[in-house]
């Protein structure tokens, strides 16, 4: 029977990060069933057409240039008492440590007509291909639910490629997991401009049809309808079904482990710090579990690659005997919708309010010094604890990428910074860059705060 020092299951960013990380300085076997590990961020933009769907593919030598061995094939069952996992097809496998990263499946909601065909998520190469597909084959219209960051990646991919595009949310308005209305407000706009049909306070509530979706019922007695012309490309070939996908969230893959000890909740494996488990040697990273957040220490939801890839460090590191621990989830993100790029970190305002007493600021300049070419604006809106002055948030729309932005803001975040320290926060100007030096937008947002404060 082979033995590693250290047994991953999964293939996706966490288990790459292990072999990354580890460099053949212990033995690691990473175990995955699928032939390629995906690029799923760049998943939206294969379809869009701005990439090849090969381009989407993980080359297998991110593993094995690692020093790391690669088995494809699917753990069926973990023997924690005789530190085995059993397989599909290489029979019996012994670790030193096992490491749990089996990442999230989307949810696709327990409704009326979920397995019509044409119902779909959006996560897997196969997902990926089949959409693909129907597109190329004159996909006419589908129905994207959940407005989300994927969702609205995808939607407009479809818009982009001639596809009547409906999108469909329970909510006030898109994104708001990310940012608040106000920051949001103009892209949305601009979303709908682009001629994405939204459709905001909508449920789905069940999907009808013969064998093929052709027809989703929102719970305000709307009906998007798909016909027949919807669904072929030409007269005389063969019929394709309509397209609904939903992007309603993940659920963590922890199937595997109902029937065992190892201690699971809503969200995923439970974790403490060090990414360790109730289990004697045995860790889990990423998708598949539940920490908490950066600011608060209660659980929240953070299925992201952005922490899946620092958790899984972590716990490479303390492999090879360093002592690091995991600070937690603050969850920064962004996407970029037509022309605007958004982007937002930490609690928006909404949530903020649940947990502190907040106050807000905003600043708006150019992206470079308004008398170069090619500026354009961008706005930040800053949220801080009154009694603190710490700041427990951030969101930015511009016309340029934001992503840098999102990061200082968290970086603040994470580390304590309170407005203070922020309004003597040293920057830099180039007038292609940033605005002029008089001014900075983070300094000018935290003044803002301040001064409210003190009013
Ligand atoms: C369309 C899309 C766009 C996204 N965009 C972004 C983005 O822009 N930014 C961002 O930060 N995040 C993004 N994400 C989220 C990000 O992809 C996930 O957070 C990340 O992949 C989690 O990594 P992971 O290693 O924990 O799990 P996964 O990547 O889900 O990998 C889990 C692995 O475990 C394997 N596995 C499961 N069960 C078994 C078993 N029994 N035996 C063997 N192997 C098993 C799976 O096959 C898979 O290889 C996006 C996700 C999607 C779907």
């Not at 096992?98 to 998520?121: F, H, K, S, Y």
């Not at 006030?172 to 709908?192: A, K």
């Not at 019922?217 to 609904?244: K, R, W, Y």
């Not at 700041?391 to 999102?406: A, N």
């Amino acid at each position: 029977m082979n033995k590693y020092d250290i047994l991953v299951i999964g293939g996706g960013p966490a288990a790459i990060t292990i072999a990354k990380t580890i460099q053949g300085k212990l033995s690691v076997g990473i175990i995955r069933p699928e032939d390629h590990s995906m690029i799923y961020c760049a998943m939206p933009y294969a379809i869009e057409g701005l990439l090849p769907f090969e381009k989407t593919l993980k080359k297998d030598a991110i593993v094995t240039e690692a020093k790391a061995s690669l088995i494809r094939d699917k753990v069926t069952k973990v023997n924690f008492h005789a530190k085995t996992v059993e397989t599909e097809k290489s029979g019996e496998i012994a670790y030193g440590k096992l490491v749990i990263a089996t990442g999230a499946t989307p949810v696709l909601p327990p409704i009326p007509g979920r397995d019509l065909n044409g119902v779909m998520t959006f996560k897997t190469a196969n997902d990926l291909q089949r959409i693909m597909e129907q597109v190329d084959n004159g996909l006419k219209k589908a129905v994207v639910v959940g407005a989300g960051a994927i969702g609205i990646e995808l939607a407009q991919a479809l818009n982009e490629r001639n596809v009547e595009t409906h999108l469909v949310d329970m909510g006030d308005y898109i994104l708001p997991n990310m940012v608040d209305y106000g920051i949001v407000e103009r892209t949305q706009e601009s979303l709908i401009k682009s001629g994405v049909k939204l459709h905001l306070k909508s449920k789905v509530t069940a999907l009808q049809g013969e064998t093929v979706v052709e027809e989703v019922l929102l719970e305000n007695m709307q009906i998007i309808h798909f016909d027949q012309m919807d669904h072929c490309s030409e007269a005389g070939t063969a019929i394709l079904p309509g397209l609904v996908v939903f992007a309603v969230g993940m659920k963590p893959n922890i199937e595997l482990f109902a029937d065992t000890d190892l201690k699971t909740e809503r969200d995923g494996i439970v974790v403490d710090n060090k990414l360790a488990t109730n289990i004697d040697s045995v860790y889990a990273a990423g998708d598949c579990c539940q920490f908490t957040s950066g600011i608060t220490g209660e659980v929240i939801s953070g299925k992201l690659a952005t922490n899946a890839v620092p958790m899984a460090r972590v716990l490479a590191n303390n492999f090879l005997g360093k002592d690091r621990t995991y600070p937690g989830f603050f969850n920064g993100t962004a996407t970029r919708i037509g022309d605007f790029y958004i982007g937002g970190t930490g609690f928006s305002e909404t949530t903020a309010r649940k947990h502190f007493d907040v106050e807000v600021g905003y600043a708006e300049f150019t992206t470079a010094f308004p008398i170069m070419p090619d500026t354009t604006k961008i706005r930040l809106k800053l949220i801080a604890d009154k009694n603190t002055h710490k700041i427990v948030g951030g969101q930015f729309v511009s016309g340029k990428p934001v992503t840098d932005k999102v990061d200082k803001i968290t970086m603040a975040i994470q580390y304590g910074i309170t407005l203070e320290q922020l309004v003597n926060f040293s920057y830099s100007a180039q007038p292609y860059q940033s605005f002029y030096p008089a001014h900075n937008l983070i300094v000018k947002a935290a003044e803002s705060i301040l001064r409210k404060i003190s009013s």
